[in-house]
T-cell receptor, first 114, second 113 residues
Framework: IAGITQAPTSQILAAGRRMTLRCTQDMRHNAMYWYRQDLGLGLRLIHYSNTAGTTGKGEVPDGYSVSRANTDDFPLTLASAVPSQTSVYFC?????????????FGAGSRLTVL | GDSVTQMEGPVTLSEEAFLTINCTYTATGYPSLFWYVQYPGEGLQLLLKATKADDKGSNKGFEATYRKETTSFHLEKGSVQVSDSAVYFCALSEWQAGTALIFGKGTTLSVSS
């Protein structure tokens, strides 16, 4: 693994189903983030974690949950998927020290909710 | 709250043309500024950054200067190539620890030969 790995790459899901998007990083970054990308809206922050054991809500957290049991993993769960959650999801990581917060992004997970 | 506004796309240019993508920001503190690029089917990659006023970030022929007086960070390239076709995102991050990036909506650039 080099950088950030996201899985699955793509998924079609029936509305009402539960889904977990996985994210793993091998850079020992203490901060991790989930964004969703929608046409015309850019990237919007869903949840973040500044360090293992802590999480916070971003701009669009409703319908999503996260956990950060260790430094490397930051899964995003949709408890009961709805069509408006159809999007491309990007996981990112970076150092949360003060200063230029350069993020490294995964390749994305394309989710379609029918 | 903090925000980033960038010019609407798409931007369509011929190879070797000059590129400018405008970006302005609103921030309460002293943000760092970034340009990220997203090639088709890929995640975002850092293109360049600037951490304080009057800093110039540069990479792969692209440049942007942090202008505090105009709250701007416009992206420029003197001669674009077909391989520069991508979506470009302007972003900011406040100086405090643990803050996420705030992105503009992205500008799609299409370069034809």
């Amino acid at each position: 693994i080099a950088g950030i790995t996201q899985a699955p790459t793509s998924q079609i899901l029936a509305a009402g189903r539960r889904m977990t998007l996985r994210c793993t990083q091998d850079m020992r970054h203490n901060a991790m983030y989930w964004y969703r990308q929608d046409l015309g809206l850019g990237l919007r922050l869903i949840h973040y974690s500044n360090t293992a054991g802590t999480t916070g809500k971003g701009e669009v957290p409703d319908g999503y949950s996260v956990s950060r049991a260790n430094t490397d993993d930051f899964p995003l769960t949709l408890a009961s998927a709805v069509p408006s959650q159809t999007s491309v999801y990007f996981c990112a990581s970076g150092s949360s020290g003060a200063g230029a917060n350069v993020l490294t992004f995964g390749a994305g997970s394309r989710l379609t909710v029918l | 709250g903090d925000s980033v506004t960038q010019m609407e796309g798409p931007v369509t240019l011929s190879e070797e043309a000059f590129l400018t993508i405008n970006c302005t920001y609103t921030a309460t503190g002293y943000p760092s500024l970034f340009w990220y690029v997203q090639y088709p089917g890929e995640g975002l990659q850092l293109l360049l950054k600037a951490t304080k006023a009057d800093d110039k970030g540069s990479n792969k022929g692209f440049e942007a200067t942090y202008r505090k007086e105009t709250t701007s960070f416009h992206l420029e390239k003197g001669s674009v190539q077909v391989s520069d076709s991508a979506v470009y995102f302007c972003a900011l991050s406040e100086w405090q620890a643990g803050t996420a990036l705030i992105f503009g909506k992205g500008t799609t650039l299409s370069v034809s030969s």
